[in-house]
């Protein structure tokens, strides 16, 4: 895959770019069969998959106090792009030049005079240009006018709920993490580098590895199962989001249990991925309950991470 983030740096004459357009954050199930018919189309045609995206999001330029959380920020939306059989992404920096730029002159300067569009695949909502005043049936007019042909596409559904990235952001926020993977078609993890704790962790007899995240995206508070990869190896362990009451913290953290580790993490980066929440935070009357809970929770988080073992083989037998 091809990831271009000049438009000067265009090549010229791309085969047939068959395109779609959007932020697609999450890169989730909805997304994903957007790019399988790109890239489907593509090679029945002896074309070229093109997906236009932007950074940052469109929102943290226009109106930041209503940007979202982002459920993948750019440099992990391009790695799971990466995987998605695309032959170009292109990740415009997203300007208030770009902002300002009229529906039409951003079809005709931008898809047409510089991709060379053919054909593009839009959602059933797609709306483009200043104020996203664009709407589908402009780009079909347009489409009639520069030789290229649109297609809409409709929301695509799970289980009978619509997958959209606004739907995983509440799951993950309210801690529905195996909700939000159902979506995503993965887990959902966050990275971050290991930093220097309480120590709290460590006197329970549980030691603990405190991540500071660099995702903007945190699970809501409680205990989950949780599987962490570091240095190309992959750990099982329990994590706790929140503030740990029994002790009065009033920062948040993200400490992370693994099981049958001993190394030294200090200053490492780290990605936790989420299997399924445990319980909620709550507060103990003593360090000997806590510890007794934390005792079940690791028993849990056994179970929990063997049967998404056993699944995942099923899933993919």
């Not at 603990?208 to 750990?235: C, F, H, K, S």
């Amino acid at each position: 895959m091809n990831v271009i983030t000049d438009l000067g740096a265009f090549p010229n004459s791309l085969p047939s770019p068959i395109m779609t357009i959007g932020n697609f954050d999450g890169v989730h199930r909805g997304h994903q069969v957007i790019f399988r018919t790109l890239h489907q189309r593509a090679r029945e045609v002896g074309g070229t998959s093109i997906v236009l995206t932007f950074d940052p999001h469109p929102l943290k330029v226009l109106a930041p106090e209503r940007c979202p959380l982002l459920i993948t920020p750019t440099a992990r939306k391009l790695s799971i792009m990466g995987g998605c059989k695309l032959d170009v992404v292109v990740c415009l920096p997203f300007t208030q030049a770009l902002a300002d730029l009229t529906p039409v002159a951003f079809v005709e300067d931008v898809l047409v005079g510089i991709i060379g569009i053919r054909e593009i695949y839009v959602g059933y909502n797609f709306a483009f240009g200043k104020g996203r005043q664009g709407s589908i049936a402009l780009l079909r007019e347009l489409g009639q006018r520069h030789g290229f042909h649109v297609h809409s596409i409709e929301p695509i559904t799970i289980e009978g709920r619509v997958v959209s990235s606004s739907m995983i952001r509440q799951w993950i926020q309210q801690g529905c993490v195996d909700e939000a993977a159902l979506f995503l078609g993965r887990l959902y993890s966050i990275a971050g580098t290991v930093v220097e704790g309480f120590q709290k962790g460590r006197e329970l007899g549980f030691p603990t590895a405190n991540v500071r995240a660099t995702d903007e995206l945190i699970p809501g508070r409680g205990v989950y199962a949780v599987m962490v990869d570091w240095r190309e190896q992959r750990y099982e362990g329990v994590a706790n989001i929140g503030f740990n009451p029994t002790f009065g913290r009033t920062q948040l953290s993200i400490e992370i249990h693994l099981f049958n580790f001993s190394q030294q993490l200090y200053g490492e980066a780290v990605e936790v991925s989420f299997v399924k929440k445990i319980r909620d935070e709550r507060a103990f009357p003593s360090a000997a309950d806590l510890v007794k809970q934390i005792g079940h929770d690791v028993e849990t988080a056994h179970t929990l991470l063997a049967t998404y073992h056993h699944h995942a083989a099923l899933g993919s037998s």
